[in-house]
């Protein structure tokens, strides 16, 4: 039951916007955000929690439906190092355990 | 933030043999978890380590092939058994603090079977 993320990568010149989609077969209660660089540790971006939408950097915001199950990151104006997998990982069991999604691969070219 | 040191960085090692790695945080934390994460993949859960007593193992994961530790608040290993070229991936440890706040990560281990 692993949440799907969508789109699966996605290439963008530096001042675009982006938007990552995630959703899941269960109901959900809360959802984290993380970004992955390429070849480092993931890192923590933000939580939402229900029935509240979290901004939890400067140009990265979220929102999240609990009624539709899905949960989306918005990426304004785009920045080089915004560059990474995204992952979404929201708590799906026992003691908060999180079940990571797909995974969104953004690429931000000059 | 979280100063988490996992030890070792890379390996390679011998079909058959075992490998333990290390994940030390600089203070104490409420939950520990170990994942496996293989190239280009998402993250996968091992194991909940628990302080004192047996880990919590996911579906597919055993004791007998994934032995964990965790003696105190800050320390917990994870032994990788009798490995084949299958368990070649990247493991990684991550931690809470309060359960349901952020997890923090260890940079993670790149293992590698012959």
């Known amino acids: 039951q692993q949440p799907v993320q969508s789109p699966q990568a996605v290439i963008l010149r530096e001042g675009e916007d982006a938007v990552i989609n995630c959703s899941s077969s269960?109901?959900?209660?809360?959802v984290h955000w993380y970004r992955q660089k390429h070849g480092e540790a993931p890192v923590f971006l933000m939580i939402l929690l229900k029935g509240g939408e979290q901004k939890g950097h400067d140009k990265i915001s979220a929102s999240f439906n609990e009624k539709k199950q899905q949960s989306s990151l918005y990426l304004t104006a785009s920045q080089l190092s915004y560059s990474g997998t995204y992952f979404c990982g929201p708590p799906m069991g026992g003691n908060e355990k999180l079940t990571f999604g797909t995974g969104t691969r953004l690429t931000i070219i000059p | 933030s979280a100063v988490i040191s996992q030890k070792p960085s890379r390996d390679i090692c011998q079909r058959g043999t075992s490998l333990t790695i290390q994940c030390q945080v600089d203070s104490q934390v409420t939950m520990m978890f170990w994942y496996r994460q293989q190239p280009g993949q998402s993250l996968t859960l091992i194991a909940t380590?628990?302080?004192?007593?047996?880990?919590?193992?996911e579906s597919g994961f055993v004791i007998d092939k994934f032995p964990i530790s965790r003696p105190n608040l800050t320390f917990s290993t994870l032994t990788v058994s009798n490995m084949s070229p299958e368990d070649s991936s990247i493991y990684l440890c991550?931690?809470?603090?309060?359960?349901?706040?952020?997890?923090?990560f260890g940079d993670g281990t790149r293992l590698s079977i012959l």
């Open positions: 269960k109901a959900l209660y809360s």
């Open positions: 991550s931690v809470e603090y309060i359960i349901g706040q952020p997890q923090h």
């Open positions: 380590a628990n302080q004192g007593s047996e880990a919590t193992y």
